[in-house]
């Protein structure tokens, strides 16, 4: 008999909530499922068990289960009760959650989440963009592909840069155009052995496939 009223009732049964008229009605998966963690006195259509007091542990919409954990002794855990939410005819609010009495509940299972290192990725984000930079002044698109080649040719063995359309080795030595042995010229002060090495590497480099 009881089913059949709530069938009638489109699956919606009183819910007594505090300041709340008799009248009012509420779904009753979205009333549970606003009551976890409240203390509820169910009404129910199971023989055993027509009345059924404590707290709200968990209302499945999915399964349409929800869990009550009733209390025993007091110094033992409480029992817990699953029971189908089709079962339960009404259900009275005896005690908000704890979050609405101004309790602070304790922390929950879910894990913290790790900090990310800031510092460290800008970082690395800073060293990219400085490898991108170098990789880029490198490149000289003024100059033909048997000058780029001479340059990095020079550079696996020698520090080198570009200066225009020159090629500045160790910061002592400017190869210009055609880029030979014999266009090295070495800035003043600079050692004999320094441009004769350079020399030696342009002529490798420039003689190798």
Not at 80 to 105: D, E, K, M, R, W
Request: net charge positive.
């Amino acid at each position: 008999m009881a089913d059949s009223k709530r069938q009638n009732a489109g699956g919606k049964a009183p819910v007594a909530m505090p300041n709340m008229g008799p009248s009012n009605m509420v779904s009753l998966e979205n009333a549970l499922s606003g009551a976890i963690g409240a203390r509820i006195r169910l009404q129910t259509t199971l023989p055993s068990q027509p009345t059924m007091e404590g707290t709200l542990f968990t209302a499945c919409p999915i399964t349409n289960l929800v869990a009550i954990a009733t209390p025993t002794s007091p110094n033992t855990p409480p029992t817990h009760h699953i029971l189908p939410i089709s079962s339960i005819q009404n259900f009275t609010l005896l005690s908000a959650p704890p979050a609405f009495n101004g309790f602070v509940a304790p922390p929950n299972t879910t894990p913290a989440l790790n900090t990310v290192p800031t510092a460290a990725l800008l970082a690395r984000a800073d060293a990219a963009v400085a490898q991108l930079k170098e990789a880029a002044s490198r490149k000289n698109k003024n100059v033909g592909k048997e000058a780029q080649d001479l340059f990095d040719g020079v550079s696996r063995t020698l520090p080198t840069r570009w200066d225009g359309n020159n090629i500045v080795v160790m910061d002592s030595v400017v190869i210009s155009a055609p880029y030979r042995g014999e266009d090295c010229r070495a800035g003043a002060g600079v050692q004999a052995g320094i441009l004769s090495r350079v020399r030696k590497v342009v002529s490798s480099s420039a003689g190798s496939p």
